[in-house]
């Protein structure tokens, strides 16, 4: 067979590969609360004072009214505590950082300590939920037990935000979701208090930038179910408002520190679309520009493949986020997505990382 045609049913086969990968991602499904169980709200905010008022003037919209949300201030500078206490819920300090806990951790440790709830629910400040989310939550947890969890809808604004479509896309598409799945996604989870306490909570993780892939494990080690949804239509966010180093900085501690976690087989199955994806982002300006290349360097089926995974793009990132336009440039975000990282890679050999103002170690 000649070597082209080889090369076209490998990317053929790359290309479906992506499909493939996309297939699991359920929503949240819908159920009914059962009776009527006390719900703590916990949320850990470090310098949010941007974020917070969306996520609190949420909280009163909801359809299930939490017993207690507490907000922990985690050593702000801005105007967070003041923000949270204009908005009328309890707001604490947890104790100066104590060595080998990051922020995170430390504050929702204190959180649950200091909560009453029977179900524990943990939101990122940044999160955004619509009014049927804390319910659809609560009544997973009570169906499914164990941690439930959700990766919130990624909303856009600016330009750059778009640039972050494949770091949404791979982190989705390189685990598996659902029920049962073994994956946790931090910014928003459930759990009931005595499941929390029985795989020791936030200490057992303390130190861990990725808490929430840690916590899962230690559910599944304890014989406690872990599930896994996206939020589309649930529950959205808008990922480093702060600007584009922010966002620089973020996925590169993410990715740093999350990528050892992934299980071997859907990696192979990530890396063998993505490398068709980064092909097809080399072929049509090489096909336009007389760039080197291999295989037919003309220009209708570089082009054609060009739009095969234009499409699928645009396709599969409309359950995870507000990605469109940057989906028909996707060059641009595979540079991005690059070069992140390669600056992941150093920060693993470097051992940190700074974020907010701390430095963690990535090992």
């Not at 493939?20 to 310098?47: E, F, K, Y």
Request: with cysteine.
């Amino acid at each position: 067979m000649p070597t082209v045609n080889l090369l076209a049913i490998s990317l053929l086969v790359r290309w479906l590969l992506g499909w493939a990968l996309c297939l699991r991602m359920p929503r949240l499904p819908p159920s009914r609360v059962q009776g009527h169980p006390s719900v703590s709200v916990l949320i850990p905010a470090r310098n949010e004072e941007h974020t917070l008022p969306k996520l609190l003037a949420a909280l009163h919209l909801q359809s299930l009214t939490p017993s207690e949300v507490i907000v922990i201030d985690d050593h702000s500078s801005d105007r967070t505590a003041a923000i949270a206490a204009e908005a009328g819920v309890r707001v604490m300090q947890p104790p100066p950082l104590a060595e080998g806990w990051c922020g995170k951790t430390w504050a929702l440790h204190h959180g649950v300590r200091a909560s009453q709830g029977e179900l524990l629910l943990f939101l990122d400040a940044d999160t955004e939920p619509h009014p049927e989310f804390l319910h659809r939550l609560v009544a997973a947890q009570q169906e499914l037990g164990g941690l439930v969890s959700v990766q919130p809808f990624h909303r856009t604004e600016k330009p750059y935000e778009q640039l972050s479509v494949l770091f949404n896309l791979v982190g989705l598409m390189a685990v598996p979701m659902g029920k049962g799945c073994g994956v946790a996604f931090g910014p928003a989870m459930a759990t009931s208090r005595a499941d929390y306490d029985h795989i020791g909570g936030h200490a057992a993780v303390a130190g861990k930038v990725v808490e929430d892939w840690f916590l899962g494990h230690l559910y599944e080690q304890a014989g406690l179910r872990v599930s896994a949804y996206i939020g589309q239509g649930l529950l959205d966010y808008r990922m480093y408002p702060g600007g584009f180093q922010d966002m620089v900085v973020g996925f590169a501690k993410n990715f740093a520190t999350a990528a050892g976690e992934v299980r071997w087989f859907w990696m192979l199955g990530v890396v063998l679309w993505i490398s068709g994806l980064f092909w097809s982002a080399w072929c049509l300006p090489a096909a336009l520009l007389g760039w080197p290349m291999q295989g037919d360097a003309s220009l209708l089926p570089n082009l054609l493949l060009y739009l095969a995974f234009a499409v699928q793009l645009m396709v599969v990132t409309r359950r995870i986020g507000d990605f469109g336009w940057i989906c028909l440039i996707f060059p641009i975000p595979v540079l991005f997505f690059l070069g992140v990282f390669v600056l992941a890679i150093l920060n693993l050999e470097r051992g940190t990382i700074e974020w907010k103002g701390r430095r963690f170690s990535t090992r």
